[in-house]
């Protein structure tokens, strides 16, 4: 593991002095932010795509109204 500080509780720590199960405990918590934020900028643009895809829908229906109307006041 690279040489870095950790701080806990207002106290710093540096990698080196830390036993391997806490530094194992380091990684797994970077891995788990790393993951966390991807999960973030996934659900981002899962969230835009469905906004997207739910506005499309409305319009589409409102568009239909919109024809069916028209075509029943040319008649």
């Not at 380091?26 to 934020?37: P, T, V």
């Amino acid at each position: 593991m690279e040489n870095n500080t950790i701080n806990i509780d207002g106290t710093e720590y540096n990698s080196k002095d830390l036993n391997e199960d806490q530094n194992y405990l380091i990684a797994q918590i970077k891995d788990l932010q790393a993951k966390s934020a991807n999960l973030r900028f996934q659900l981002d643009q899962i969230s835009v795509a469905q906004n997207s895809f739910t506005n499309e829908l409305i319009n589409s229906v409102h568009n239909k109204k919109t024809i069916e109307t028209m075509e029943e006041a040319s008649k």
